[in-house]
């Protein structure tokens, strides 16, 4: 019997932008940029097909293509 894997089904919820924006940061490698409402928001505006389903973000889903996004964006006010 296999167990159940906490870690990845965590990382596949759909949660609020708050939420996202505090576990994308707390678990980010050290030298990358951190992410803000204001980033996620323009990420989300430059990936709308990422969000056909509403405005939920998930660490699965949206974390390696926002890393690098951020550090392309990095010298963008």
């Not at 928001?41 to 996004?69: C, E, N, V």
Request: no cysteine; charged share 30%; proline share 6%.
């Amino acid at each position: 019997m296999r167990t159940r894997d906490y870690e990845r089904e965590r990382n596949e919820l759909a949660t609020p932008i708050l939420v996202f924006l505090e576990s994308y940061n707390q678990k980010l490698p050290a030298g990358f940029p951190r992410a803000s409402v204001a980033a996620l928001k323009q990420f989300q505006t430059a990936y709308p097909t990422l969000f056909k389903h509403g405005d939920a973000w998930s660490i699965d889903k949206h974390r390696k293509r926002l890393m690098d996004w951020l550090a392309s964006h990095r010298d963008q006010p």
